[in-house]
């Protein structure tokens, strides 16, 4: 049930962030960007190399503090909050390259609404405790 749960709240927050991009598309008439699934789409060479040491930094920070969630018993909420930090960081990098160097800057629109709907989904997950952490 956990897992149906969990695969339930990310289809809903996919669906939810595809409906405000169309949405927002629609209104402001942005061009929709044709990238494949998990590709990464830089700017510039200055935008990939600050992407990828912000990503080395998550992951190392992310084993730390997964470590500590488990054996130390601190709140999986560090975690989670730890994960909205990055989020936050990820696309506000990702929006400032789209709208300043690339040649689409309403693209960065797009970028800052997924980010909301990311940050608002585990926010909820947190204050509501959708998935029993602390029982």
């Known amino acids: 049930m956990f897992w149906l749960e969990i695969g339930l709240v990310i289809l809903t927050m996919f669906l939810l962030s595809s409906l405000i ?6 209104l402001l008439n942005i061009e929709k960007e044709k990238k494949e699934l998990f590709s990464f789409d830089f ?5 990939r ?12 920070v992310s084993i730390l503090v997964i470590y500590l969630v488990l054996y130390r018993e601190l709140p999986v909420t560090l975690y989670l909050m730890l ?14 390259f789209q709208w300043k160097h690339s040649e689409q800057p ?8 997924e980010m909301a709907v ?10 509501f405790d959708v998935f029993n952490f602390f029982t």
């Open 21 to 26: 991009n169309f949405i927002l598309g629609k």
């Open 43 to 47: 700017a510039n060479e200055r935008h």
């Open 83 to 96: 994960f909205i930090a990055w989020m936050t960081t990820d696309a506000s990098i990702r929006a400032y």
């Open 118 to 127: 990311w940050v608002s989904t585990v926010t909820f997950i947190i204050y």
């Open 49 to 60: 190399k600050i992407d990828q040491w912000i990503r080395w930094g998550w992951m190392l």
């Open 106 to 113: 309403k693209q960065a629109i797009l970028t800052l609404s």
